[in-house]
T-cell receptor, first 113, second 111 residues
Framework: EAQVTQNPRYLITVTGKKLTVTCSQNMNHEYMSWYRQDPGLGLRQIYYSMNVEVTDKGDVPEGYKVSRKEKRNFPLILESPSPNQTSLYFC????????????FGQGTRLTVV | AQSVTQPDIHITVSEGASLELRCNYSYGATPYLFWYVQSPGQGLQLLLKYFSGDTLVQGIKGFEAEFKRSQSSFNLRKPSVHWSDAAEYFCAVGADNDMRFGAGTRLTVKP
């Protein structure tokens, strides 16, 4: 079954404690991305990756890092989380950027206290 | 760059009533157009998409959308809403190697 798997689904952490949210896809997609969803703002792109070792900033990259060492995995790293990063995060993958259907993970609800 | 607007933040309809969710986009040419649904606690799932051709597109779960170039719109419709359709709906526009999502419309279904 085609899927994008994110872990964990829920996470509560304290300010400044580094965390990683994992994302893995089994569709051999070249394009992967991370979004955050906040009420009234819809989905905003954090980072994206066009292929292995190719990553770029989206609209709201501050405070986040990503890496793409393998095609299937695209982890999101918060080196020093702050309360304004409390949000619902989604990983997505697609064949290419812009014109292809995006497949989404189930989301990670992050609370930073 | 393209942009997309969903004018309605929240819509309430009665079960069995018809539904129309609005989506307007801004782009110089015809972009790729999508509607996604997000059920509570879930990720986004594709309902339908428009790339070219017939401007009336059929999707899953009985949804359809119509592309109107003159109005730069891609409205989502369903003739008879079911309680299970309560969710958040996102319109998305793909163009120039980029994808933009609207802010979403939350649908509440009254019994």
């Amino acid at each position: 079954e085609a899927q994008v798997t994110q872990n964990p689904r829920y996470l509560i952490t304290v300010t400044g404690k580094k965390l990683t949210v994992t994302c893995s896809q089994n569709m051999n997609h070249e394009y992967m991305s991370w979004y955050r969803q906040d009420p009234g703002l819809g989905l905003r792109q954090i980072y994206y990756s066009m292929n292995v070792e190719v990553t770029d900033k989206g609209d709201v990259p501050e405070g986040y890092k990503v890496s793409r060492k393998e095609k299937r995995n695209f982890p999101l790293i918060l080196e020093s989380p702050s309360p304004n990063q409390t949000s619902l995060y989604f990983c997505a993958s697609s064949l290419y950027r812009g014109g292809a259907e995006a497949f989404f993970g189930q989301g990670t609800r992050l609370t930073v206290v | 760059a393209q942009s997309v607007t969903q004018p309605d933040i929240h819509i309430t309809v009665s079960e069995g009533a018809s539904l129309e969710l609005r989506c307007n986009y801004s782009y110089g040419a015809t972009p790729y157009l999508f509607w996604y649904v997000q059920s509570p606690g879930q990720g986004l799932q594709l309902l339908l998409k428009y790339f070219s051709g017939d401007t009336l597109v059929q999707g899953i779960k009985g949804f359809e959308a119509e592309f109107k170039r003159s109005q730069s719109s891609f409205n989502l419709r369903k003739p008879s809403v079911h309680w299970s359709d309560a969710a958040e709906y996102f319109c998305a526009v793909g163009a120039d190697n980029d994808m933009r999502f609207g802010a979403g419309t939350r649908l509440t279904v009254k019994p």
